[in-house]
């Protein structure tokens, strides 16, 4: 699906409410037989002490595996995916079998990740988190490349490491931040940037903003959140971003990609097969 000549995609439930499998697979099938461009999903394992209950996703690359094997168009990923939670060439090997499974519809969303009670609760550095990441993506990029490769930093080390069997591809890397020094590491080989919606405001001025600050010839993604009739309440807006209504997305898709972008990621309220057979629907007609 595009609008404007910006591909659309759309974000599976993360911890809106319990979703179990057959509800994932049902959404990902509707988006899918929709028209959508892409599924992606969050790469988290625990929120807690914001006034909510407590609550988790499933697992992002056991669903990633299910959904890549489950699909035969859309491309999928992980958006984005924390390079703290597993060792560098694990991730590799993960995003490599995945793409395989995917038959080359797969995207590596990348990000140091950012939730201290995950990291603390499943017993994970968080500090550093920077300079982690940069010797995790050095591993990963060289082994999805097909490198041979042998790393000793202060954080992670490989040695003789390979991916064996051999990746069919190379496969892409998005890199998810705005952190200045991740993007300096990431950005003269990543294929694509995404940008979270509460990082612009989620306007198009605000996104034509934040991607004027990106001197790179990459790819430019925005996470879109979007209230479906009236939403339900299920995704509350972030930074004091205010959510485009259904109605006027169409419009609203058109202005961002004049401003840049040339992805949108739909963040929907309420996230569930009707909303996502809605959208479509709607911008089919726009």
């Known amino acids: 699906m595009f609008v404007a000549g910006c591909e659309v995609g759309v974000q599976l439930p993360e911890v809106e409410r319990e979703v179990r499998w057959p509800e994932l697979l049902a959404i990902a099938a509707t988006a899918e037989a929709s028209g959508f461009a892409s599924i992606w999903v969050g790469d988290h394992m625990l929120y807690r002490g914001d006034g909510r209950p407590e609550r988790g996703p499933w697992d992002c690359w056991t669903l990633l595996a299910a959904l890549a094997a489950s699909t035969s168009r859309v491309k999928l990923g992980p958006l984005v995916a924390s390079t703290s939670f597993h060792p560098p060439g694990l991730i590799a090997r993960m995003a490599s079998t995945i793409d395989e499974?995917?038959?080359?519809?797969f995207v590596l969303g990348l990000g140091s990740g950012w939730n201290p009670v995950e990291?603390?609760?499943?017993?994970?550095?968080?500090?550093?988190?920077?300079?982690?990441?940069?010797?995790?993506?050095t591993i990963i990029r060289k082994l999805l490349a097909g490198e041979r490769v042998t790393f000793a930093g202060a954080h992670y080390r490989v040695h003789d490491a390979l991916l064996l069997p051999p990746p069919a591809r190379a496969v892409p890397l998005m890199v998810g931040t705005r952190g200045r020094r991740i993007l300096n590491a990431t950005l003269p080989h990543a294929a694509a940037w995404n940008a979270w919606y509460a990082w612009y405001?989620?306007?198009?001025?605000?996104?034509?903003a934040l991607s004027a600050t990106i001197e790179a010839s990459v790819r430019r993604s925005a996470c879109v959140l979007v209230s479906v009739d009236g939403g339900a309440g299920?995704?509350?807006a972030e930074g004091g971003s205010c959510p485009v209504e259904l109605p006027r997305l169409g419009e609203h898709l058109t202005a961002l990609a004049a401003a840049g972008a040339d992805e949108a990621i739909l963040v929907l309220d309420p996230i569930d097969e009707r909303s996502v057979a809605r959208v479509a629907e709607v911008l089919a007609a726009s």
């Open 234 to 236: 299920e995704r509350t």
């Open 201 to 208: 405001g989620n306007t198009a001025d605000g996104f034509a």
């Open 101 to 105: 499974v995917a038959g080359g519809r």
């Open 119 to 137: 990291f603390e609760a499943f017993g994970i550095a968080f500090e550093n988190r920077a300079a982690r990441f940069e010797e995790a993506f």
